[in-house]
């Protein structure tokens, strides 16, 4: 579900931005930055329609092309900060699986991507930040045990306006990526290899067919990938992009057709370690070239769940987690599994921790609401926690007791900002 | 061979745009704008988008005052200027400009006069240099008198006549004069107002063809090209028939 603010009060820039004001806080019409809109729930929606929409932020306000630091306006996209990067060696140690994130929302969700088990997360290569808050003005946070530079990193932009970032990119050879893909049988198997393969590789993720039968469930791919100086390829970065054109009036996204569409991909690679050179962006943003792809699912749109659970639990608890969503059959062709390093988000409230991490996404119906409140609560009980990133469902109950910090990020809140997400579950 | 770019209005979304694509290019780039810190902020971008070298004037270019110093030094920093595009200018309220005389006649002065003061001293220094590419901004608001916005418009007639003209004198001399009659482009001018979005453009969408339509040396174009079909109807329309349309 992509959000579309209504009413948006753009800060279009430098002198002509329009900070959060005192007197928003006072009159109860608080309001909160708005990126590129990729959060999936409602961790991006401001709770009235006053919106700071920071697109127009995207100056880069210093380089180093020799040692890879940049500090740029936290209104650029990464997919902006990679065309101007990459040409000239540089990448974000850290991106999620798509580009059209802003460099503010990558903060505010500390974002992770398919090398948190070597690089962790988006946050840990922030060098500076510099904050707006609407009491106290412009803040320069560097100090790594700063608080509230803790609390912003992952804070949901509920900390302040986030108006620049200085990042720590670091070298890659080339504009290629050698990647390699293995099937696997079952959860186990998955936790085995992706162990194995962890210690060799730069980029490891599973996908998982969740609607496979009894004896097949937990069946997948794992991919691996490195960045890779040579190479060749026909395949070129998703630059060129198709769109869906419009929102079909029901979801094209059921059961049946997911059935058949996992299967046809878990049995396509051709070896059982099937490798290839790929552009990068097509390993790491698989869904970048299909402009507006959430149309597919119709005008009820999606719910996505991602949640880590811990390395112990991981087995059982998704075990369990995959099964109820193959018994209820609404499933999702998107299901994403990764275990994540040994390494704690710096954020106050950040979500990546050690563990395994699952993505799920449906296609929103009744049956479908009611699964992801189930699968909640089984997070919950196995001690693990839901991304705010994605979530449109989780109770306050459960996001508490996933992110204990919670009342030191509300300490720090700046009173003219609130997300919808964060009323939702302060309550 | 690098292009060395003279903008003037530099803080603007869409000559920012623009300098961001001649920045991609390696381009050497000489800014000139009102605001110090602004100038500096879209500096700094180009450079580390690549332009081998940014040079910043402030000056306010409304004031014809300013002109000579501000042309003399950006030709003397580059070392003459291959393309120069006239990009600053001011949208004013229309219902402000039916009351108050002075807002008409100082948008007027800014959009149209002191535009025309500054490409016809240009003109002829590029010309001395051996030739070069001028690209000014114009609207379709200047093609025909509205009655939604004919103070700007009237100020964006004169511009573009004027530049016309200004190529036909030069074309001899090597100098090129790119009219762009821009249509409606999303950016802080036209914050605000309520434009109909099928018929809106954003600043990175009309830059590449802006560029390409002064390089090629085109004597104007209308930028989205869709609107060569509007204005082409517009234009040809009977007053009566045109007041109709309430537009």
Not at chain 1, 6 to 21: D, E, I, Q, R, Y
Not at chain 2, 216 to 227: C, E, F, K, Q, S
Request: with cysteine; proline share 6%; glycine share 10%.
């Amino acid at each position: 579900m992509r959000p579309v603010p209504s009413n948006p009060n753009p800060s279009t820039g430098g002198t002509k931005s329009a900070p959060p004001s005192r007197r928003g806080a006072e009159t109860g019409t608080q309001t909160l930055a708005f990126g590129n809109g990729r959060s999936y729930g409602d961790s991006c929606l401001s709770t009235s329609d006053r919106v700071l929409h920071t697109r127009g932020l995207d100056h880069v306000l210093a380089v180093d092309w020799s040692t890879g630091v940049i500090r740029a306006e936290a209104g650029m996209t990464l997919g902006e900060l990679i065309a101007l990067s990459l040409p000239r060696g540089w990448f974000p140690a850290v991106t999620p699986g798509t580009q059209f994130v802003t460099l503010g929302g990558a903060v505010a969700n500390d974002v992770h991507g398919k090398n948190h088990h070597r690089q962790g997360s988006f946050g840990d290569h922030v060098l500076a930040l510099g904050l707006y808050r609407s009491e106290t003005g412009h803040h320069e946070l560097r100090d790594p045990n700063d608080e509230l530079l803790r609390a912003t990193i992952g804070g949901l932009g509920l900390t302040g306006l986030i108006d620049s970032v200085e990042l720590q990119l670091r070298r890659v050879p080339g504009m290629l990526m050698e990647s390699h893909t293995q099937r696997f049988g079952s959860l186990g198997r998955f936790l085995a290899l992706s162990r194995e393969l962890d210690a060799v590789h730069e980029y490891v993720v599973g996908w998982v067919d969740c609607l496979a039968g009894a004896c097949a469930t937990g069946r997948g791919l794992l991919h691996a990938g490195d960045h890779s100086a040579g190479g060749k390829t026909r395949n070129r970065p998703n630059t060129a992009r198709v769109r869906v054109p419009f929102t079909p009036p029901i979801s094209m996204i059921r059961g049946w057709n997911v059935r058949w569409f996992n299967a046809l991909v878990y049995h396509r690679p051709r070896r059982t370690r099937a490798s290839r050179w790929q552009p990068l962006q097509r390993f790491l943003y698989p869904l970048d070239h299909i402009g507006d792809w959430n149309r597919l699912y119709g005008p009820a749109g999606l719910l996505q769940l991602q949640c880590v659970v811990p390395e112990q639990e991981a087995e059982r608890a998704l075990s369990e987690l995959l099964g109820r969503v193959r018994r209820a059959g609404t499933g999702s062709t998107l299901a994403v599994l990764k275990r994540f390093g040994d390494h704690w988000s710096r954020g106050l409230v950040g979500f990546p921790r050690p563990g395994v991490t699952l993505a799920l996404d449906f296609p929103r119906r009744a049956t479908s609401d009611r699964l992801i409140r189930d699968l909640n609560a089984l997070v919950h009980e196995a001690g693990g926690r839901l991304y705010p990133a994605k979530d449109a469902t989780m109770t306050g109950e459960q996001f508490r007791a996933g992110y204990p910090a919670w009342e030191r990020l509300e300490a720090l809140r700046d009173p003219a900002l609130l997300s919808r997400f964060w009323q939702r579950v302060m309550t | 061979m690098t292009t060395r770019a003279l903008i003037l209005g530099s803080t603007s979304a869409i000559a920012g745009a623009m300098a961001r694509e001649l920045a991609a290019e390696g381009a050497d780039l000489t800014l000139v704008a009102r605001n110090p810190q602004r100038n500096r902020m879209v500096a700094d971008d180009l450079r580390a988008r690549g332009a081998a070298t940014v040079r910043e004037i402030v000056a306010d270019l409304g004031d014809p005052a300013s002109h000579q110093a501000v042309l003399a030094e950006a030709m003397q920093g580059a070392g003459g200027i291959d393309l120069t595009l006239l990009a600053y200018g001011v949208l004013p309220t229309q219902e402000r400009c039916e009351t108050d005389i002075n807002r008409l006649l100082e948008q007027f002065r800014v959009n149209a006069t002191s535009a025309m003061a500054l490409l016809a001293r240009l003109a002829p220094l590029m010309a001395a240099r051996g030739g070069g590419q001028i690209g000014v901004l114009s609207s379709v608001a200047g093609d025909r008198g509205r009655r939604s916005n004919y103070a700007y418009g009237a100020a964006k007639a004169a511009l573009t006549t004027f530049g016309a003209g200004l190529g036909a004198r030069y074309q001899g001399d090597g100098v090129t004069v790119t009219v762009i009659r821009l249509g409606f482009v999303r950016s802080p001018m036209t914050e605000g107002l309520t434009l109909p979005s099928p018929l809106m453009s954003s600043p990175e969408a009309v830059a590449p063809a802006i560029l390409k339509a002064i390089r090629r040396g085109l004597p104007t174009a209308y930028i989205p090209r869709r609107w060569w079909l509007v204005m082409s109807i517009l234009r040809h329309l009977p007053e009566g028939l045109f007041r109709k349309l309430d537009l």
